[in-house]
């Protein structure tokens, strides 16, 4: 669904330099997720939003932060990375109001490798 | 603390053989839970929902309380069926956030 999007689709840095990663929408949701996915660990909630002012932490939180710059954007940021922090993260919306049961809109992932 | 189990890393099966995949949650309240799938080069995407009581694709999936699971079915696998399945529970509260599983990997063989 190209109305989730995220940027870089793929990064490699090394550890303890900062990294942002992107999501932008056009779905018109309220409600916006990252997760990150392991191989054997499933989706991981890290941080979620339901609107500009409001953020919340998920299970997973300790050395990411976040920010919703506007409704349709919320940026991941890693403020030093680790090596352990290597890691498919994706991108997701929901709108409750119109979906009832928050079903949730993924984006296509990035693949973050840290040295 | 809500938790969702998905036993099965990996599940391989025949063509036209049914396939179950399993789902186990632990929620003391009334859980709201779904199926997403995840096809080869594609997005995550939702498959089912427990309360639309739908089949989608020829999949089902009944939500069993006494025994806590939520098992995938299907009773004629498809080479197309091939797929990460992961089970996911929604937190009824105000957040309404999910909790996935770990997932599993289906192959249909053919």
């Known amino acids: 669904d190209a109305d989730v999007t995220q940027t870089p689709r793929n990064r490699i840095t090394k550890t303890g330099k900062r990294i942002m990663l992107e999501c932008s929408q056009t779905k018109g949701h309220d409600r916006m997720y990252w997760y990150r996915q392991d191989p054997g660990l499933g989706l991981r909630l890290i941080y979620y939003?339901?609107?500009?002012?409001?953020?919340n932490k998920g299970e997973i939180s300790d050395g990411y932060s976040v920010s919703r710059q506007a409704q349709a954007k919320f940026s991941l940021s890693l403020e030093s990375a680790i090596p352990n922090q290597t890691a498919l993260y994706f991108c997701?919306?929901?709108?409750?109001?119109?979906?009832?049961?928050?079903?949730?809109?993924f984006g296509p992932g990035t693949r973050l490798t840290v040295l | 603390a809500q938790r969702v189990t998905q036993p099965e890393k990996l599940l391989s099966v025949f063509k036209g053989a049914p396939v179950e995949l399993k789902c186990n949650y632990s929620y003391s309240g009334s859980p709201e839970l779904f199926w997403y799938v995840q096809y080869s080069r594609q997005r995550l995407q939702l498959l089912l929902r427990?309360?639309s009581r739908e089949s989608i694709k020829g999949f089902t999936a009944d939500l069993n309380k006494g025994e806590t699971s939520f098992h995938l079915k299907k009773p004629f696998a498809q080479e197309e069926d091939s797929a990460m399945y992961y089970c996911a529970l929604q937190n009824p509260g105000s957040a309404r956030q999910l909790t996935f599983g770990s997932g599993t990997q289906l192959t249909v063989l053919p």
């Open positions: 427990h309360i």
């Open positions: 997701a919306t929901s709108d409750l109001q119109t979906s009832g049961s928050n079903e949730q809109f």
């Open positions: 939003s339901f609107d500009v002012k409001d953020i």
